[in-house]
């Protein structure tokens, strides 16, 4: 049986209508996405766990998609996928948003005990909380202790947080691979990429 790489948060219920609460919906095709890249949660096979595969995408048409909760993610080879650019060289504020409905993060990549969140992906999304949220969480959080083999975010835009992206992994060995390119990261309380884990290689470039 074959399935697509790509699952529409809208095939799940979300309304992208900046009123509907999507959180539900979101957290739905997030947990499909892991079905289809054939990875149970932490993986039941050690060697399977970090073996790269084909990302699968979870994909955020134009709209607005309030959360009212934190969206997680602890599973391997996950791309979240906004329509277009959303960093330096696209559209303003964005046409994929996120509406950070409460204090916490948008995302929270998880990679506590046993949970193996590698080669994630975030590309073209804009992460913006409500009025009521201003300087509050993290658009993408990384926390736990675990190995992680790569973290990517590209053409996004994170404004108005407390920290666009946020990575505290202690104790080490953390991170093995950071990039974040062409992102709009500026106007967030403290700052627009924070960094405290030991980073074996890592790449931080064009972002505004």
Do not use: W
Not at 75 to 83: H, S, T
Not at 128 to 134: G, K, L, S, W
């Amino acid at each position: 049986m074959s399935f697509s790489k790509s699952i529409n948060v809208r095939f799940f219920g979300a309304k992208g209508d900046g009123i509907a609460d999507d959180t539900a919906a979101i957290k739905a095709a997030v947990a499909a996405a892991n079905q289809i890249a054939n990875l149970d949660v932490g993986g039941s096979d050690y060697n399977d766990i970090f073996t790269i595969k084909p990302r699968t995408k979870v994909y955020f048409p134009a709209g607005q998609y309030r959360t009212t909760s934190p969206i997680r993610i602890a599973y391997a080879n996950i791309q979240l996928q906004g329509e277009g650019d959303q960093g330096r060289g696209g559209a303003y504020p964005g046409t994929s948003i996120i509406r950070k409905d409460h204090s916490g993060n948008a995302f929270n990549i998880d990679a506590s005990s046993g949970f193996f969140p590698y080669n994630t992906m975030f590309s073209g999304l804009s992460i913006r909380p409500t009025n009521a949220f201003i300087g509050t969480g993290a658009g993408i959080s990384l926390t736990g202790p675990e190995f992680i083999a790569g973290l990517y975010v590209e053409k996004c835009q994170v404004q108005l947080c407390a920290y666009g992206v946020f990575i505290d992994q202690n104790p080490p060995p953390g991170l093995a691979y950071f990039e974040v390119t062409d992102c709009i990261l500026n106007n967030n309380s403290q700052y627009g990429i924070y960094v405290d884990n030991n980073l074996s290689n890592s790449s931080i470039e064009n972002n505004d």
